[in-house]
């Protein structure tokens, strides 16, 4: 009793310790698991959201650009004509709508101004002679300078939104033309004292002109290969708005000096809008900062999540303001490194704001270089894009998976230990029942078995019971005999017995080997069929670019290679999406899959377009594969054509979803636009196609009937209605966050049941 007990007791021990560790193994792995696929998914994320972010900046900053470029142009190709430059000036100058209506001279004030037209135009002290007229060189300047009012008014009314365009002329003759009118010089009296009287360069922006003569000089000297020089953040005089001034150059027609400039001044509030919407969890923020590190576009809340000191910079003429990073009260945004090349930098910082030491994530992206007036000279600059959130924010959701996966695996252990215990007592009780039953049976046989050790062969033994020892002991008995039996022959028989053991074991390993082979060799193959599976599906890069629309896919096979089919291919403009179903899973299926892939490609690299033919082409070339195969496979396989707002259904698969863009839902059935392909040759008579609209913002969602047809553990099925119904609900997002919300409504229905069928699912939006 004692011995079986303990061997008892041990393997219950052994298996329940093995199962215990197996238990704390797993959750240990799933931890790691979802905790290293969420920080993956988040850095992605937050890569792709800066990137996107300094996109949009970039190009409005382009845009900018681009509109004081157009104006530069336009009074640049009049400087390179003289004449026709004087014409030009001449001829708006006399007319009533677009010329300076009576430039008059103030005597307070000491300049001369227009009264109200399509541009303010102000003429300085130092620009005229001592009875209030313009000299000569100004009045020339004046008229040359006249397209400004053909061509800006028209500028500031497009495109970005403007504060205001302005002319200044060159050194000797600084003339300025604002547009739209303000009472400019009056303006200028009143918050600069002092202008009239220095040169308009000098005073404002001293060492921009400097600057670009030198550019002139030696073209290397130039710090960003591009003309436009912008101006650090400053406050409007006119309107007290924060701004940026974008200049640009106009150059004498020899190229030798500088004949004054075209420029734009630009609220930051686009740009200030740009960052401060931008939305990561709940509290994260993003902001804009000079290489310096001078914050110049924030939300307020995110301004104190910084711990940023704002102060007013005073220069000549303008009043900018200065939030650096490196002043912050939190040491480390002041110890902030900001990246110095195009890469995104994603970093941990900690910071305390009074409640203890909190985590944050940040991101850093560079933006493009820029010609930059530090008030002093020209330099090149690159702002800085930065986001801040909180780490527990992000990673709330691991924080949960991680509890619940420590809570389930305490309760297993609980239970096991638990049943450990009851086994112990039952087989403990068992044991004993039975010992004594046991026992007499052996007491007979171990007498027998001294008797036989000492060479009596006729001993037997007589156990009347029908359980295992009386079993024993029929067969003792038995074996008796033959012990008798071969004694006199026991060479003979060990010889005879030897050569049978040897052989089977021959044949036993040779086919042990032969089993293993087979086995690597079938995985072998499973694997390089799902690999080739894998690499022929479309890739996210290919669908991002395509322009028209949004496309998101998902695939999961139910076992290693399923037999589900998509493609998205592209030629010539042109975007056809192809979904279907081999019948069954497994090997045979996916390499089917795998043919049709193939044959689309091809027809679709050749530039058959028409539907029909299409179909009809692939299901001759499906059948001839399928019928050399000896194969009893088929498919259904439908093609969707995208061109010009418009959709072309072909073929026969699942009922297509249109989601139209007021949210009204429409189920499209493919029974009669074509034929299971693989099971005649020529199914030509039967394909047809079926063209739709497809507008901005409508979604398109085509799957295989293993979403549809998805049970749970109660045998219910997930059906097309909770497919349309998630598919509406979310119809305003893009497409691959409707099909991660189809995806995860059937992956909750199914929940712990298993998975029968290929799960494809593809989703179009109409951008």
């Known amino acids: 009793m004692l011995v079986v007990g303990a061997a008892v007791l041990f393997d219950i021990m052994l298996a329940g310790g093995v199962a215990i560790w197996n238990v704390q193994r797993l959750s240990r792995d799933a931890t790691e698991t979802v905790s290293q696929g969420l920080t993956e998914a988040t850095r992605e994320y937050l890569n792709t959201y800066i990137d996107t972010t300094a996109l949009r900046t970039n190009l409005l900053l382009d845009?900018?650009?681009?509109?004081?470029?157009?104006?530069?142009?336009?009074?640049?190709?009049?400087?390179?004509?003289?004449?026709t430059e004087t014409r030009v000036g001449e001829a708006i100058e006399s007319d009533p709508d677009l010329g300076d209506r009576d430039i008059t001279f103030d005597a307070q004030g000491g300049w001369a101004q227009n009264l109200e037209g399509p541009s303010v135009v102000s003429v300085w002290g130092y620009l005229l002679d001592d009875e209030g007229n313009m000299l000569p060189a100004a009045e020339e300047q004046v008229v040359n300078?006249?397209?400004?009012?053909?061509?800006?008014?028209?500028?500031?009314?497009?495109?970005?939104?403007?504060?205001?365009?302005?002319?200044?002329?060159?050194?000797?003759?600084?003339?300025?033309?604002?547009?739209?009118?303000?009472?400019?010089?009056?303006?200028?009296?009143?918050?600069?004292?002092?202008?009239?009287?220095?040169?308009?360069?000098?005073?404002?922006f001293p060492g921009v002109y400097e600057g670009w003569q030198s550019w002139l000089a030696d073209p290397s000297t130039r710090p960003v290969d591009r003309n436009i020089v912008a101006t650090e953040p400053y406050v409007d005089a006119i309107t007290g708005a924060l701004i940026v001034s974008f200049f640009q150059p106009l150059w004498t027609q020899d190229?030798?000096?500088?004949?004054?400039?075209?420029?734009?001044?630009?609220?930051?509030d686009q740009f200030s809008n740009l960052v401060e919407n931008v939305q990561i969890a709940d509290t994260g923020f993003g902001f804009l900062t000079?290489?310096?590190?001078?914050?110049?576009?924030?939300?307020?809340?995110?301004?104190?999540?910084?711990?940023?000191?704002?102060?007013d910079a005073?220069?000549?003429?303008?009043?900018?303001?200065?939030?650096?990073?490196?002043?912050?009260?939190?040491?480390?945004?002041?110890?902030?490194?900001?990246?110095?090349d195009n890469n995104t930098v994603i970093d941990t910082i900690s910071i305390d704001q009074g409640d203890g030491p909190e985590d944050f994530i940040v991101v850093l992206k560079r933006l493009d270089p820029a010609n930059l007036w530090n008030g002093s000279s020209i330099v090149a600059e690159s702002l800085t894009l930065g986001f801040l959130v909180s780490r527990q924010e992000m990673y709330q959701t691991l924080d949960e998976v991680q509890r619940e996966i420590t809570a389930a695996t305490s309760n297993i252990v609980q239970w096991q230990v638990a049943a450990l215990l009851i086994s112990l007592v039952i087989v403990f009780i068992a044991v004993y029942a039975i010992s004594g039953r046991i026992t007499a049976g052996l007491s007979q046989?171990?007498?027998?078995?001294?008797?036989?050790?000492?060479?009596?062969?006729?001993?037997?033994?007589?156990?009347?019971?029908?359980?295992?020892?009386?079993?024993?002991?029929?067969?003792?008995?038995?074996?008796?005999?033959?012990?008798?039996?071969?004694?006199?022959?026991?060479?003979?028989?060990?010889?005879?017995?030897?050569?049978?053991?040897?052989?089977?074991?021959?044949?036993?390993?040779?086919?042990?080997?032969?089993?293993?082979?087979?086995?690597?060799?079938?995985?072998?193959?499973?694997?390089?069929?799902?690999?080739?599976?894998?690499?022929?599906?479309?890739?996210?890069?290919?669908?991002?670019?395509?322009?028209?629309?949004?496309?998101?896919?998902?695939?999961?096979?139910a076992d290693e290679v399923g037999g589900d089919y998509y493609d998205v291919l592209q030629n010539d403009g042109r975007v056809k999406i192809g979904i279907g179903d081999v019948t069954g899973h497994g090997l045979e299926s996916g390499v089917l899959m795998l043919m049709v892939q193939s044959i689309a490609r091809a027809?679709?690299?050749?530039?058959?377009?028409?539907?029909?033919?299409?179909?009809?082409?692939?299901?001759?070339?499906?059948?001839?594969?399928?019928?050399?195969?000896?194969?009893?496979?088929?498919?259904?396989?439908?093609?969707?054509?995208?061109?010009?707002?418009?959709?072309?259904?072909?073929?026969?698969?699942?009922?297509?979803?249109?989601?139209?863009?007021?949210?009204?839902i429409e189920r499209?059935?493919?029974?009669?636009?074509?034929?299971?392909?693989?099971?005649?040759?020529?199914?030509?008579?039967?394909?047809?196609?079926?063209?739709?609209?497809?507008?901005?913002?409508?979604?398109?969602?085509?799957?295989?009937?293993?979403?549809?047809?998805?049970?749970?553990?109660?045998?219910?099925?997930?059906?097309?209605?909770?497919?349309?119904?998630?598919?509406?609900?979310?119809?305003?997002?893009?497409?691959?966050?409707?099909?991660?919300?189809?995806?995860?409504?059937?992956?909750?229905?199914?929940?712990?049941?298993?998975?029968?069928?290929?799960?494809t699912l593809v989703v179009l939006k109409h951008r």
Not at 68 to 83: F, K, N, R, T
Not at 180 to 196: E, I, M, R, S, V
Not at 710 to 729: I, K, L
Request: negative net charge; glycine residues 6%.
């Open 668 to 759: 499209i059935d493919t029974l009669d636009l074509g034929f299971p392909v693989g099971l005649e040759l020529d199914i030509s008579p039967f394909v047809a196609s079926l063209d739709i609209p497809f507008d901005p913002s409508d979604v398109l969602v085509l799957h295989t009937d293993g979403i549809t047809e998805a049970d749970n553990a109660a045998g219910e099925q997930f059906g097309f209605d909770r497919m349309a119904a998630c598919a509406q609900s979310n119809r305003g997002k893009n497409a691959k966050e409707i099909a991660e919300a189809i995806i995860q409504e059937v992956k909750d229905h199914i929940g712990s049941h298993k998975m029968y069928d290929d799960i």
């Open 255 to 268: 190229r030798t000096d500088v004949a004054g400039m075209t420029a734009v001044d630009v609220t930051l």
């Open 63 to 83: 845009q900018t650009y681009s509109e004081v470029e157009a104006l530069g142009s336009s009074m640049q190709a009049l400087i390179d004509h003289p004449e």
């Open 314 to 340: 005073a220069g000549q003429g303008v009043t900018g303001m200065n939030r650096f990073l490196n002043q912050s009260r939190f040491p480390a945004i002041s110890n902030l490194l900001l990246p110095t």
């Open 445 to 557: 046989l171990a007498g027998a078995a001294n008797a036989l050790q000492n060479k009596d062969y006729s001993v037997r033994v007589s156990i009347p019971s029908k359980d295992e020892v009386g079993a024993v002991g029929q067969a003792f008995n038995r074996m008796a005999e033959e012990i008798s039996h071969y004694t006199e022959n026991l060479e003979n028989l060990v010889e005879e017995r030897t050569a049978k053991l040897e052989s089977a074991n021959k044949e036993i390993v040779a086919l042990n080997k032969r089993l293993q082979t087979e086995n690597l060799r079938l995985g072998a193959e499973l694997d390089v069929a799902k690999r080739i599976q894998e690499m022929v599906l479309p890739k996210s890069t290919e669908l991002e670019n395509i322009p028209q629309i949004e496309i998101a896919a998902y695939m999961e096979p």
């Open 603 to 664: 027809l679709q690299e050749k530039g058959d377009y028409d539907p029909a033919n299409f179909l009809s082409v692939v299901n001759r070339t499906m059948y001839k594969n399928i019928a050399r195969t000896d194969s009893d496979k088929h498919l259904t396989l439908a093609f969707v054509d995208y061109a010009d707002d418009k959709i072309t259904i072909s073929g026969q698969h699942e009922e297509v979803l249109v989601i139209r863009a007021n949210g009204d």
């Open 290 to 311: 000079s290489s310096a590190g001078n914050v110049i576009a924030i939300s307020e809340a995110g301004a104190a999540t910084l711990g940023l000191i704002s102060v």
């Open 145 to 204: 300078s006249s397209s400004f009012n053909l061509v800006a008014p028209a500028l500031m009314s497009s495109g970005s939104n403007k504060l205001q365009m302005y002319y200044v002329g060159p050194k000797d003759t600084p003339i300025m033309r604002t547009t739209p009118y303000t009472t400019q010089a009056q303006t200028f009296d009143k918050l600069y004292p002092g202008h009239n009287e220095d040169n308009f360069w000098d005073f404002f």
